[in-house]
């Protein structure tokens, strides 16, 4: 690992200027750091965000809550009102990691913690050095994407956390030295095109405050459920998380380990807003989602994974 200076702020405005000119914030490094023994990431500053007044969970005006960006990951999916108003977010973020990884964790760090593609980590690439190729289309692809993707990187988004946050219209709160903004999170993780270097939105040296959740009448009737390899400390093969509300006629569906960012199922969505939502739909509706995938030969399984877990997580909300 290459040397590095390290400061720990206690003030925000104190930690932009610090990270000015090309530090790099460090949550709970359980990606950065990695990265760096790697020597896929070789910061010479980094600003670490957790002495930062911006953990706890709070209410906000609109009926949803404000979550900080240094929750920890354990914190959050203990919170009584996650687990009650939110409920698939509080099961995303317990699908993930592991409870050691989950305590260091934190939110702003997970929602830029980058792929977990094994070539990512092993060479360049595309994703690293852009115009260098992407070795995963020819080679070992079985858990890539299958939406969206180019032919300039195939990778996916590693976080279950995200992918609920989607289903909720979740909005992420930054600021800079130039003053606060916010990104709704579905304009967060730009489409990967031929960029697939530029992974998010936010502006240079921009440090996550806080995410919003909007209040809603149907994420309390929500859940994640994730495929994986093995039964824990796996990153998602396919991954849901739906919301449903028969009452309000009201269908959330996010899925996640399917594109190069939590992929939120707009087509699905509009086909069950316009009839009954019968479990008949639910399988036409995934079929409509899908009908998009361009699988490559050796991630094909996943289209029918992602079309089941649609069907099966909808018809589990239903009463
Ligand atoms: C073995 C293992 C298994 C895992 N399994 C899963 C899994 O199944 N599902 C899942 O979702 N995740 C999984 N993870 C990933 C883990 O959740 C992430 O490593 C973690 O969430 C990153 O959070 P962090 O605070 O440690 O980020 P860090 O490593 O500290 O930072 C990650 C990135 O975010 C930036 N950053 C951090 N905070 C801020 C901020 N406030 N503003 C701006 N930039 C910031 C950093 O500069 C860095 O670029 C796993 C990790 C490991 C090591
Ligand atoms: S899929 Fe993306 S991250 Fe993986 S090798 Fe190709 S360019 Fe790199």
């Known amino acids: 690992m290459k040397e590095f200076a ?56 609109d009926g949803g809550l404000v979550i900080g960006a240094t929750t920890t990951n354990s914190d959050l999916a203990a919170h009584p009102e996650v687990r009650r108003r939110y409920p698939a977010l509080s099961q995303a973020v317990l699908a993930g990691a592991s409870g050691q990884l989950r305590n260091m964790a934190t939110v702003g760090g997970n929602l830029l913690q980058r792929t977990r593609c094994a070539y990512f980590a092993a060479q360049v690439c595309n994703k690293r050095v852009p115009g260098t190729g992407c070795p995963a289309i020819a080679g070992e692809h079985h858990n890539h994407a299958i939406l969206g993707w180019t032919r300039s990187c195939v990778a996916t988004h590693p976080s279950d956390m995200a992918v609920a946050m989607l289903a909720f219209d979740a909005v992420v709160r930054y600021e800079t030295l130039d003053g606060p903004g916010e990104i709704p999170l579905e304009d967060f993780y730009p489409p990967v095109g031929d960029t697939p270097h530029r992974e998010t939105a936010l502006p240079q040296g921009a440090l996550i405050t806080a995410v919003a959740l909007p209040g809603s009448a149907v994420s309390p009737r929500s859940r994640y459920r994730k495929v994986r390899e093995r039964a824990s400390y796996a990153f998602a093969t396919v991954s849901i998380a739906a919301g449903l509300d028969l009452d309000a006629g009201s269908v959330r569906i996010a899925l996640g380990g399917v594109a190069s960012r939590p992929w939120r199922a707009r087509t699905a969505e509009a086909f069950l807003l316009e009839g009954p939502l019968t479990p008949e739909a639910f399988r036409a509706a995934a079929d409509a989602e899908l009908a998009a995938a361009e699988p490559l030969p050796g991630n094909g399984y996943k289209v029918r994974l992602a079309g089941n877990l649609i069907e099966t997580v909808l018809k589990e909300l239903r009463p």
């Open 6 to 61: 390290y400061e720990r702020p206690a003030d925000v405005r104190d930690a932009l200027i610090a990270a000015d000119g090309g530090g790099r914030y460090l949550g709970g490094g359980t990606n950065l750091v990695d990265l760096m023994k790697e020597g896929v990431e070789a910061p010479t500053r980094l600003v670490d965000v957790r002495r930062l007044p911006l953990a706890g969970v709070s209410e906000a005006p």
